[in-house]
């Protein structure tokens, strides 16, 4: 089943908890990590991330989008991330840092940015509980969706059944309610929502029409009927 990711960037930062409550029933709660300096924006970091998890049950999706994920990544799982997603462009060395955010009991995840290619990867995956395929250039919620990202969704999830991984694929930037289904039939199986949630008048209602619309779309996908 499709998992529902609402993006926190698009809420009321002033009201974390109630907007974290206005989304129940999601699957995970995106939030996302900017330092100003591996994207052009700046939101919000350790602490904030250690009073959600406090404040809510639905688990955290953290989508670090800063340098030197190497040194700072382990102290979100400290801080009570479940999922932990660094940027491979920032990362000076993955592979120790995805063991060492499982080792710390969290899933980890690596992002790539809409210009970074697959391939180099793939040797890698097995490592990963979840790669994020960006479909907008990060920074910013509200941009529109990338379909050229549509053929590196479908190439992942190629890998992805050729080594027969457990790795969830998620997608983030521009999913809404005209754009999931591209995602879901490519092979997308996580989704990150950031205006097409907390814009909807029921963001709760927004969670379960995307979720229906995914699910709907993947069950005749190729790479569905294989499971
Ligand atoms: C963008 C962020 C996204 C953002 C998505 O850099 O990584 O998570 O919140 O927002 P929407 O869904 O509005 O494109
Ligand atoms: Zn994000």
Known sequence: MAQINPSILSADFA????????????????????????????????PVVESLARATDIPLDCHLMIEDPDRWAPQYVEAGAGSITFHVEAAAAPVRLAREIRAKGARASMALKPGTPIEPYEDLLPELDMLLIMTVEPGFGGQAFLDIMLPKIRRTREL???????????????????????????????FVAGSAVYGAEDPAQAVRNLRELADKASVDAWWACEH
């Open 15 to 46: 009201r974390l908890a109630d907007e974290a409550e206005a989304v129940r029933g999601s699957d995970w709660l995106h939030v996302d990590v900017m330092d100003n300096h591996f994207v052009p924006n700046l939101t919000l970091g350790i």
């Open 160 to 190: 992805i059944a050729k080594h027969d991984l457990e790795l969830w694929l998620q997608v983030d930037g521009g999913v809404s309610a005209t754009t999931i289904e591209r995602c879901a039939e490519a092979g997308a199986d996580v």
